[in-house]
């Protein structure tokens, strides 16, 4: 079966690139089987928290580095970053940039649910030679994206349907770095960090490694079954890796001079009502969602001409409950959304205070690389961005999956909450990916 829309489509892009941006309604394909069954890299989704909107990318023309140039680039500009501090990105992040900014050759525009929804193909060409590529795609597209397939399309990176681990392997997967003494040591250092002063904090994160059975297909299928207060991301560099996730944090949302962001931090399992029920009340869990709020208002105050915070509220996400301040402004002058990336990030919710301090003793104290794990991913159009913070997903890499948690260590602090906070976030990003508990072998928590 094919997609007789994108065939006719590829004829028009060869004959009327130099048009501009060409559209065509309704392409017969979804988010799914676009994404899985394309040929042409990167790919993206993006989905915000304010209009449900999912919105895929095939293939991104760099932006011009003249920022009079990139304000006028058509269509959305996408944007993300990886953790600071790194350096060239390397081990499983190996082939993915530290930050990319471009417009999408190919962009599906997906709104609404099954039955009732809004669909639209644009496409982009530079020049005669992008034309060409766009041209290739879409006749590949017809071919390989037909949302009625069942099985994963030609040219997804899906990994074997069957999940054999070699027995010189069987006790790596699932693996824990740092494993449980490990992380009491890292923990150590991070208190010696902190010592008694209450102002001081420190994330401290857990890479958890598995065999992993889906395709790229199946888990953004998955993804977009999240509830609609959960922002989308999904970056694919290059053949057999992805980075993606539902996150419930946002960096910013700003449209024109105003800005919306908000303070994440401090987390409870539903498991135990108790600790649920009176998170609020819980000293430590709001002293840690207090010092990312400060750290917010001061950053925002150098660059707003007014600044509120409200709150502290809870919001939920799968199994865990965080508190949660809303805090909005209004900007001076008209930065650009780099600047305010590069201010804001990361904050204490994903770092910590004093940052740069923080930062080195996050780098000595863990024994893995972030790599895009608490990075920024988000977009720009019409004078609307939006930025999400880059957690509660996994990057898939061949057959493996890797799930990265973090927690926030202040003075009152105890490892072995700490751990345990870990393992309720694993089970709950685990648990947004595989409702049915089959794609993970092995995915039992380690207590």
């Known amino acids: 079966m094919t997609v007789p829309g994108l065939d006719a489509l590829a004829k028009r892009v060869l004959a009327e690139w130099q048009h501009g941006t060409l559209i065509l309604q309704d392409p017969g394909i979804d988010p799914p089987a676009f994404l899985a069954g394309a040929s042409l890299y990167p790919r993206i989704l993006s989905r915000t928290r304010e209009n449900g909107e999912i919105?895929?990318?095939?293939g991104l023309t760099p932006l011009p580095r003249d920022r009079d140039a990139r304000a006028g680039a058509?269509?959305?500009?996408f944007q993300?970053?990886?953790?600071?501090?790194?350096g060239e990105l390397r081990d499983e992040w190996a082939g993915f940039?530290?930050?990319?900014?471009?417009?999408?050759?190919?962009?599906?525009?997906?709104?609404?649910?099954?039955?009732?929804?809004?669909?639209?193909?644009?496409?982009?060409?530079?020049?005669s030679e992008d034309a060409r590529r766009i041209a290739a795609e879409l006749e590949h597209l017809a071919v390989h994206a037909d949302p009625h397939a069942s099985a994963s399309p030609t040219g997804s990176w899906a990994p074997p349907t069957a999940c054999t681990v070699p027995h010189e392997d069987a006790s790596s997967c699932p693996r824990q770095d740092p494993d449980r003494e490990f992380y009491k040591q890292a923990f150590r250092k991070i208190k010696q960090f902190i010592g008694q002063d209450p102002q001081r904090k420190a994330v401290l994160g857990r890479r958890t490694t598995f065999r992993i059975c889906c395709s790229l297909e199946q888990m953004v299928r998955q993804m977009m079954t999240a509830p609609r207060d959960h922002s989308l991301y999904l970056y694919a560099p290059a053949e057999h890796a992805c980075y993606?996730?539902?996150?419930?944090?946002?960096?910013?949302?700003?449209?024109?001079?105003?800005i919306w962001t908000e303070a994440v931090a401090?987390?409870?399992?539903?498991?135990?009502?108790?600790?649920?029920?009176k998170l609020l009340q819980s000293t430590k869990n709001n002293l840690e969602n207090r010092?990312?709020?400060?750290?917010?208002?001061?950053?925002l105050a150098r660059r707003c001409r007014s600044v509120t915070a409200s709150g502290p509220e809870k919001i939920r996400y799968g199994s865990l409950v965080h508190i949660c301040r809303k805090i909005e402004g209004v900007l001076q002058g008209c930065p650009d959304d780099g600047d305010l990336v590069a201010a804001l990030h990361p904050t204490p919710a994903l770092a910590g205070e004093p940052r740069e301090e923080a930062l080195a003793v996050i780098r000595?104290?863990?024994?893995?690389?972030?790599?895009?794990?608490?990075?920024?991913?988000?977009?720009?159009?019409?004078?609307?961005?939006?930025?999400?913070?880059?957690?509660?997903?996994?990057?898939?890499?061949?057959?493996?999956?890797?799930?990265?948690?973090?927690?926030?260590?202040?003075?009152?602090s105890d490892a072995e909450e700490e751990w345990q906070e870990l393992n309720s976030k694993l089970k709950c990003i685990q648990d947004s990916f595989d409702p049915e508990g089959i794609l993970f072998p092995g995915r039992e928590n380690r207590s």
């Open 97 to 127: 940039p530290e930050h990319f900014a471009g417009t999408p050759m190919l962009l599906l525009r997906w709104g609404g649910g099954e039955k009732d929804h809004t669909c639209m193909l644009e496409v982009r060409a530079s020049g």
């Open 244 to 258: 993606c996730g539902m996150t419930p944090e946002r960096l910013f949302r700003r449209q024109g001079n105003r």
């Open 291 to 299: 010092i990312v709020r400060d750290w917010i208002t001061v950053i």
């Open 364 to 412: 000595d104290a863990e024994n893995f690389h972030r790599g895009w794990y608490g990075g920024i991913f988000g977009c720009q159009e019409e004078g609307v961005s939006e930025y999400c913070v880059m957690i509660r997903g996994m990057l898939t890499r061949e057959d493996k999956a890797y799930i990265y948690t973090g927690g926030g260590i202040v003075r009152d």
């Open 55 to 58: 919105l895929c990318a095939l």
């Open 80 to 86: 993300g970053w990886a953790f600071p501090g790194q």
């Open 74 to 77: 058509p269509g959305p500009v």
């Open 266 to 277: 401090g987390t409870a399992d539903v498991s135990d009502p108790v600790l649920a029920g």
